[in-house]
């Protein structure tokens, strides 16, 4: 009963190297989500995807890319990060299908970029 | 657009005190609302939720909330606090129930509870 998982939990990188982060659950929840959560933002959603190979933009998308050619999977790149995405990124999925539908969220993966 | 705003970055209460965190929201329709609590290098988990079915919630751990309309609030409640309820804490809103809603989520509240 994995849930949803994420990796790495912790990365350093250097500005202009492109970043992947990984995100898996075990549910086949129809959506899955991509916040940042940094200091007096709380948690802004990056993009979306509502199933396989249909993604949406959300509050602060430039600078990411994401993809999601299976449901499960939902990875998070970051193709020549800047200092500025130095965060802690959230992976979550909800079934969907409603408003009332609650999402949970995997571990986070905290990212520096020096 | 919805909006949710969560008063005080920081709330400090002793032990055994009474825990009030206060949430407001913004919405053209009905909203759907969540609290979730976030423990140190954890994700998030949901405490409670309102989706219209009654104004006063239970959750989690001894946690209620309130739903009022008149004051677009929907304030957390602990009638006592226990050093495990040290954590951070998230208001957020959905709009409706015509499919999928994204979350809103305020900037959160980090509660300390001293002995």
């Known amino acids: 009963d994995a849930g949803i998982t994420q990796s790495p939990r912790y990365k350093i990188t250097e500005t202009g190297r492109q970043v992947t982060l990984m995100c898996h659950q075990t549910?086949?929840?129809?959506?899955m989500f991509w916040y940042r959560q940094d200091l007096g933002h709380g948690l802004r959603l990056i993009y979306y995807?509502?199933?396989?190979?249909?993604?949406d933009k959300g509050e602060v998308p430039d600078g990411y890319v994401v993809s999601r050619s299976k449901t499960e999977n939902f990875p998070l790149t970051l193709e020549s990060a800047t200092r500025s995405q130095t965060s802690v990124y959230f992976c979550a999925s909800t079934k969907g299908t409603s408003g009332t539908n609650e999402q949970f969220f995997g571990p986070g993966t905290r990212l520096t970029v020096l | 657009a919805q909006s949710v705003t969560q008063l005080g970055s920081h709330v400090s209460v002793s032990e055994g005190a009474l825990v009030l965190l206060r949430c407001n929201y913004s919405s053209s329709v009905p909203p759907y609302l969540f609290w979730y609590v976030q423990y140190p290098n954890q994700g998030l988990q949901l405490l409670l939720k309102?989706?219209?079915?009654?104004?006063l919630v239970k959750g989690i751990n001894g946690f209620e909330a309130e739903f009022k309309k008149s004051e677009t609030s929907f304030h957390l409640t602990k009638p006592s606090a226990h050093m495990s309820d040290a954590a951070e804490y998230f208001c957020a809103v959905s709009e409706g129930n015509t499919g999928f809603q994204k979350l809103v989520f305020g900037t959160g509240t980090r509660l300390l509870v001293s002995p």
């Open positions: 549910w086949s929840h129809s959506y």
């Open positions: 995807s509502a199933a396989a190979d249909i993604t």
């Open positions: 309102y989706t219209s079915a009654a104004t």
